[in-house]
């Protein structure tokens, strides 16, 4: 199976700065790539970024240049790295990885419990 453990989300005045980790274990599984979506109150649940052996990519315009996500395969982990923080950034963020079953091509989506972000005005 493939595991996700976040860490690191709590509450953050405005303009400050909070390092979100995922400990990834996938004993069995090829992970394709690993990201991090967040839902807000009232909000459908969205994708911030995502990382592959090949390509990284941020979804949200307005996290550019204040987010970003690193891929340590070493460790089996990936962090966002989250600075500036700004009222609207506070939701619960998950932890996301995509993988597929040794010997199988079918692709399955795996999520974290979620971590809760609040950013304080």
């Known amino acids: 199976q493939v595991r996700l453990v976040e860490s690191g989300g709590g509450l953050v005045q405005a303009g400050g700065s909070l390092t979100l980790s995922c400990a990834v274990s996938k004993s069995g599984f090829t992970v394709e790539s690993l990201g991090w979506f967040r839902q807000a109150p009232g909000h459908q649940r969205e994708l911030v970024a995502k990382?592959?052996?090949?390509?990284?990519?941020n979804n949200v315009p307005s996290a550019e240049g204040r987010f970003i996500v690193s891929r340590d395969n070493a460790k089996n982990t990936v962090n966002l790295h989250m600075n500036d923080l700004k009222p609207e950034d506070t939701a619960v963020y998950y932890c996301?990885?995509?993988?597929?079953?040794?010997?199988?091509?079918?692709?399955?989506?795996?999520w974290g419990q979620g971590a809760q972000v609040t950013v304080a005005s």
């Open positions: 990382i592959s052996s090949s390509t990284t990519q």
């Open positions: 996301y990885a995509e993988a597929r079953r040794y010997g199988r091509t079918d692709l399955h989506d795996y």
